[in-house]
């Protein structure tokens, strides 16, 4: 994702690298794996399974995953 504009009304971009949008979430079992691997190359570090996004305004966060968009937002 490059750029999504927020039920808010805010824009979020993860174009700039590094950024404040784009969060970087791995279930248990897949940081449990990670950390079984002796020597951690970060060339070869695994990209999480599900891309998630906050606003930065609203809070709201965006998950991404193989069965479409989920959206969460704070309760009141």
Known sequence: ???????CGEILSTSAAPNDIQLRVYT?????SIL??????LKKFPL???DVC???K???????????LKV???EE
Do not use: N, Q, S
């Not at 609203?58 to 479409?68: A, I, K, L, S």
């Open 72 to 74: 969460y937002k704070l």
């Open 54 to 56: 906050r606003c930065p």
């Open 58 to 68: 609203c809070e709201r966060v965006y998950v991404f995953t193989g069965e479409g």
């Open 36 to 41: 079984e691997v002796d020597v951690i190359d």
């Open 48 to 50: 999480p399974t599900h």
């Open 28 to 32: 248990d079992r897949e940081w449990d």
């Open 1 to 7: 994702m490059a750029r999504m504009d927020c039920k």
